[in-house]
């Protein structure tokens, strides 16, 4: 459980942390632009695994490939993730929390039998479309 929050956020701090969408968002929507002008077909926003309560951004059902487009703060880019000063335990805990479940989910994947593909924000589209590529057997395209 989260320790209680102890700083007064803004308003506009407020509406903007809302404002995060949790799909759809820009780095998704330009990969699955590149993969979709590639010819490759995939799902959206689906359970791989229909009894583990997470979905993947972006999934190859008969390839048993997850993709999951991860944003550099909320899921702790190593090159790019910044810690808020203020509430700083909070955010670490939350933070890491993400973290956390993002781990157990690869791994449980794995163990179905799913491969897991990691494409941070910054990451560019045809370079992941690139990767995902590889993994379906298609090369670089």
Known sequence: MLPPR????SDAKRRAMRGQLAR????EMALRQELHRRGLRYRVHVRPVP???RTADIVFTRAHIAVFVQG???HRCPEHATSPKAN????QE???RNVDRDEDTAERL????????IVWEH????????RIAVALGRGRS
Not at 6 to 9: A, G, N, Q, Y
Not at 88 to 91: D, E, K
Not at 123 to 130: H, I, N, V
Request: net charge negative; hydrophobic share 50%; with cysteine.
């Open 6 to 9: 102890t700083d007064l956020v």
């Open 24 to 27: 759809d968002t820009k780095p």
């Open 51 to 53: 009894e583990l309560r």
């Open 72 to 74: 550099c703060f909320w």
């Open 88 to 91: 700083a335990l909070w955010w």
């Open 94 to 96: 939350k933070l890491q």
């Open 110 to 117: 794995a163990a179905s039998g799913w491969c897991v593909i």
């Open 123 to 130: 990451e560019d589209p045809a370079a992941a479309a690139d």
